[in-house]
């Protein structure tokens, strides 16, 4: 089963992702880790992705693209594998599509934008030991104090509300567009997210196997 996950920041497709590689013992793959990787063993595609951001270029699609199709044909992923964070916009998907890399279904993660704003903006970090809590779902004992270890809790600047709203609006006028994309192929199946992440993860794995 070769799958795509979509859903906005926040939407927890990470989540999905590990419990998906947990029932289907396939690979996710992730855009950033195996362009690391590519680099890290100096693959022709890896090597040529090094030479755009030696020049503080943008790493362009068809390296991107070269790099997942050389990711793809590894052992691991003869029974599957998921795409996660990849593609982010129309032509990365119609390459994909070119170079003949088959996916069977798309999977968007749908939250609202108020309710991901709340989920991330409501988080916090310990300064000392990097223990994390929630405003609402996992509040420390003591207010902005670590149970662990004392610190002060604080605000990661990615978790701010406006940080957050930024890749939101990023993310609706740059992937959004993709389940149209999908939906024409047939492929987009749609699971409304949960407070609950067991249930989301119910409604995943009924949408892959409906």
Known sequence: MNLILLGAPGAGKGTQAEKIVEKYNIPAIST????????????EMGLKAKAYMDAGSLV???VVI?????????????????????????PQAQALEDMG?????????????EKITARLSGRRVCAKCANSYH??????KVEGVCDAC?????QRKDDAPETVQARLVEYHEMTEPLKDFYEKLGKLVIVEG?????????????????
């Open 32 to 43: 950033g880790n195996i362009i690391r990787a590519a680099l890290k063993n100096g693959t």
């Open 60 to 62: 362009p699609d068809e």
């Open 66 to 90: 070269g790099i997942i199709k050389d990711r793809l044909k590894e052992d691991d992923c003869k029974n599957g594998f998921i795409l996660d964070g990849f593609p982010r916009t129309i």
């Open 101 to 113: 890399i088959i996916i069977d279904k798309v999977v968007d993660i749908e939250v609202p934008d």
């Open 135 to 140: 405003l609402i779902y996992k509040q420390p």
């Open 150 to 154: 004392g610190g002060e809790l604080i």
């Open 194 to 210: 949960q407070e609950d992440v067991e249930e989301t993860t119910k409604l995943v794995f009924e949408a892959l196997e409906g």
